[in-house]
């Protein structure tokens, strides 16, 4: 009897014990923090931004995305520099643009830069709008639907949290021109500041338009070409 009582509590601590590892396993949904909390906590840290590099990457067939791929630097007062893979007036461009005062500045393979009306590329695609807390990552982050925390994991060397949902299209246009439907979209939010490292939307066809940030609020100069 004794050692029946020796067994029988041996197993229960040795059960407990186990119980108790389970629920610090690394990805365990239970040890991971709440997605709402995590997006609202996002949404706040990103409207203070001030500039950021970005990259853009379309995968897949998106016929109704004019963007192919697009990175360089931008500023919350709404100017930008980099380089675009589009359809620019029917035609495939590449090559660079810089957004600043309301007025783009596009120049392709060969030639100078060339002066366009600014809404002439904003109705196609506005890296400017990435940080503008009225249309960019901070609306879509406060407006995702039913998110759900998935995993804690690395992305380009920053520890994040996976958070996925579920975006209107009227709201998610904004920061990937060209949807037009609601779509799922997850997050990759650094785990020490809340702060987005990458945004991946996944359209209806299976394709993908990825946004990533990095080097937050490093000083960048955006001017007028000369």
Same mark, same amino acid.
């Given at each position: ?25 690394? +990805?365990? *949904? ?8 995590? !997006?609202? %906590?996002? &949404? /706040? ?66 030639? +100078?830069? *060339? ?8 109705? !196609?695609? %506005?890296? &400017? /709008? ?97």
């Amino acid at each position: 009897m004794v050692v029946r009582r020796i067994l029988l509590g041996t197993l229960a601590l040795v059960t407990a014990v186990a119980t108790g590892c389970s629920n610090d396993k690394p +990805g365990d *949904q239970g040890s991971l923090p709440d997605g709402t909390t995590l !997006l609202k %906590d996002s &949404a /706040a840290a990103t409207k203070d931004i001030k500039t950021a590099h970005f990259a853009l990457t379309a995968n897949g067939e998106i016929p109704s995305i004019p963007v192919h791929s697009a990175e360089g630097d931008l500023s919350r007062e709404g100017a930008a520099k980099g380089t675009i893979n589009m359809t620019l007036l029917g035609n495939l461009f590449e090559g660079e643009f810089v957004l600043v005062n309301g007025t783009i500045y596009i120049k392709g393979a060969t030639g +100078g830069y *060339q002066q366009l009306p600014a809404a002439l590329i904003s109705n !196609l695609y %506005d890296p &400017a /709008a990435i940080l503008n807390a009225d249309r960019g990552i901070a609306k879509v982050l406060g407006s995702v639907q039913n998110p759900k925390t998935q995993a804690k994991e690395t992305v380009d060397g920053i520890s994040a949290y996976k958070v996925s949902g579920r975006v209107a299209k009227d709201v998610v246009s904004g920061l990937v021109p060209g949807v037009d439907s609601d779509v799922d979209i997850t997050f990759w939010l650094r785990e020490d500041n809340k702060q987005p490292v990458k945004a991946s939307v996944k359209l209806p066809n299976s394709a993908t338009v990825d946004v990533t940030l990095s080097n937050v609020d490093k000083p960048v100069s955006i001017t007028p070409p000369v």
